[in-house]
């Protein structure tokens, strides 16, 4: 597949650009470009993509060996001593698992001999792109949610009195907004905004008060 081809074997190395971008710089083809929106929108229905684009585990790496080579347990005990970490986890993803087993299918050992080329699959270097100065870029970029951006600018969420507006952000799936981490850490970032506005509401009150009782 011309993504793996290209170095963009983990979700994370697509997540700092755009579709768009990424369509533009390799000539996707349809199925393709559908595989990168999956990856964008963190679509729950196709997990396939998702667990493609993600790091293997000791046991995955164990599964995949069988399937593709049809080798002992022994074997492909060997294989995954030599691509996982102490703590089980291969730093390629499953996509490239795939596809390196399958150049050696049926023939475990030569998967065995050659695990240097697996490791050593091209990767993109993410570069982060220059954030902006509005309130909502440095909000998302501070919690390392940048990637969101574009979306809440597309809505006209700017300031920070854009977003507290009613009804001008309700919905998480209008950003694309859908895994639960990113939710959770955009939530607390914002609870914490809105009690600090609520003290700073009821400080201003008081002050008026004040001055009204002079």
Known sequence: PKLLEKGYVHMVDMLHMSKEEIDEELSLSKKESA???????GDD????????????????VRNEAVLYTNCSK???????????????????????LKSFLKQHKDNIQSAIRNTKELLEM???QPTKKAVGDSW???TLQKLGLEVYAPAF?????ETEDDFFTPETFAEFDEVGMKKLGPKRKFQREIKAIEERRT???????????????K
């Open 153 to 157: 600018l597309e809505l006209g969420i």
């Open 35 to 41: 595989i990168v929106q999956a990856i964008m929108e």
């Open 45 to 60: 229905k196709r997990v396939d993509v998702l667990h493609a684009y993600q790091c293997v585990d000791f046991n995955r």
């Open 199 to 213: 003290k700073e509401k009821e400080e201003q009150e008081k002050a008026q008060e004040k001055e009204g009782d």
């Open 122 to 124: 091209p990767v993109v």
């Open 136 to 138: 909502i870029e440095q």
């Open 74 to 96: 022994e074997d492909a005990r060997e294989l995954q001593q030599l691509i996982c970490n102490p703590i089980g986890r291969a730093s390629v993803s499953l996509g490239q």
